[in-house]
């Protein structure tokens, strides 16, 4: 076996042993994808929102301050031979920022340890996890390196995330995404197209329109809601209490929502769940990004929806 074939296949055993705890599939923040993800967490500390089956049957776990470590050391390892010197990091699990600001200090001093290179930490954080931690431990985090956390918001509307039991609400998000501004600390920010439902559509964009508008986020992360098999949710749509979104409605959801934007930020809509894919920067791009997505609503309206659909799911696996 050559040199190059015995490092293809350390790296492939060290990948394993650094992952090998998420399973076949683990997500990471959109904005963060390129990064070099350190294993802290495994599953999400909440695990009760009514749309999602991601973390289901799956015990939250910390990793010990040795456990990480040690999967550092198999990253150095992994990446001892990169043309670049990696620069992004992001702490992988469900929402490490739960872990508490000594421990994510110490993590952070690790990275950097590990990797002199290392520029920043994201990770994806709840709003009541940012809530949690002083403006002192905010500001001791940043000075540490941590930047760019991701911010699962969903929806600005009360009623919207009271039924699909989020466990925050609007004022959280709000307070979240202010304690983060104050700290210097950027975030990008999920939105749900469909979250709502047919019957809260409308307060489902409206509202979210409105946070967004007094926030400061760098990126707005755009999907639409799917319905996961595991997920409590499914309960409800079986049971007619919840009312689905066709993909050309939540489009034309998506249409309503960025029209009503005026904050500075990116609009990326290019997550796989969205019928039409499209990203461009606010305010700059947002007439442009509107009559894409009319011309797409319009040649979707007339064309073969269905089969544009079965393509689209088909490839979701392979793309």
């Known amino acids: 076996m ?22 076949f599939f683990y997500y990471v923040p959109m904005a963060e994808s390129y990064t070099v993800q350190v294993p802290v967490t495994v599953s999400c500390s909440y695990r009760r929102c009514l749309y999602c089956d991601l973390n289901q049957g799956v015990t939250f776990r910390e990793l010990s301050l040795e456990e990480i470590g ?24 469900g929402n490490p920022f739960v872990l ?38 905010l500001s001791a985090l940043r000075q540490a390196g941590y930047d760019r956390l991701c911010i699962g918001i969903e929806s600005g509307s009360d009623d919207v995330l009271r039924y699909q039991e989020k466990g925050v609400g609007r004022a959280e998000n709000a307070a979240a995404m202010a304690a983060l501004d104050t700290a210097g600390m950027r975030y990008s920010a999920y939105i ?34 799917v319905l996961f098999k595991g997920a409590r949710l499914a309960e409800r749509v079986r049971a ?14 998506g249409r309503k929502l960025l029209s009503c934007l005026t904050l500075s930020t990116v609009w990326n809509a290019t997550h796989k769940t969205n019928l039409f894919p499209i990203k ?40």
């Not at 007619?240 to 959801?253: Q, V």
Request: aromatic share 6%; with cysteine.
């Open 2 to 23: 050559s040199q190059d074939a015995k490092r293809i296949q350390n790296i492939r055993r060290l990948k394993r042993e650094v992952y090998g705890e998420y399973g």
């Open 70 to 93: 040690a999967n550092l050391e198999r990253l150095r390892l992994i990446h001892e031979d990169d043309a670049r010197p990696p620069r992004r990091f992001l702490l992988a699990g």
């Open 100 to 137: 508490s600001t000594d421990k994510l200090l110490a993590i952070a001093e690790r990275v950097h340890a590990a990797f002199p290179s290392c520029e920043y930490i994201a990770c994806f954080a709840r709003a009541d996890d940012v809530l949690r931690k002083t403006a002192l431990e």
């Open 192 to 225: 749900m197209l469909g979250l709502g439902g047919q019957e809260m559509s409308a307060g489902h964009v409206s509202e979210t329109a409105s946070l967004l508008n007094g926030a400061h986020p760098f990126e707005l992360t755009v999907v639409t809601l």
């Open 240 to 253: 007619h209490e919840f009312k689905r979104m066709s993909s050309l409605e939540t489009l034309k959801e």
């Open 280 to 319: 461009g920067k606010l305010p700059e791009h947002k007439e442009l990004l509107l009559r894409r997505i009319d011309a797409a609503i319009d040649e979707m309206s007339h064309g073969d929806l269905k089969q544009h659909e079965l393509r689209r799911w088909q490839n979701w696996g392979t793309e």
